[in-house]
């Protein structure tokens, strides 16, 4: 995994983060200026993530950035919203992280 790679990755899910934050902010204020924020954000990293599949593959990117938003929109929701998973949610982030665990090993076939 390149290095570059994982910066995009990382940069793209810190702008989805923010405009998750920013959405669930607008729910509980409906301050549309937190909507539009979300959104903006949103558009951002979208833009980000054609970078990303350019350079990973479509699959590979969706995938890493899906499952490093699940757990970091866990740890917000959690410590800054009070909101809690119950066991079975639990054990799907456990299988997510397995799951970019396995794809972030190296491979000897390139499609």
């Not at 909507?35 to 993530?49: K, Q």
């Not at 990973?56 to 800054?80: D, Y």
Request: charge should be positive.
């Amino acid at each position: 995994m390149k290095l570059s790679f994982m910066l995009w990755l990382f940069g793209a899910t810190a702008v989805f983060i923010g405009a998750a934050t920013s959405s669930r902010a607008y729910i509980g204020t409906t301050n549309i200026l937190y909507l539009l924020l979300s959104m903006a954000l949103y558009i951002v990293g979208n833009l980000m993530m054609l970078k990303l599949m350019r350079e990973g593959g479509l699959g590979l990117a969706i995938s890493l950035s899906a499952i490093t938003q699940l757990l970091l929109v866990n740890v917000i929701a959690f410590f800054f919203f009070g909101e809690r998973l119950s066991q079975t949610q639990l054990a799907g982030v456990a299988l997510g992280i397995l799951a970019m665990g396995l794809m972030l090993m190296p491979s000897s076939a390139r499609s």
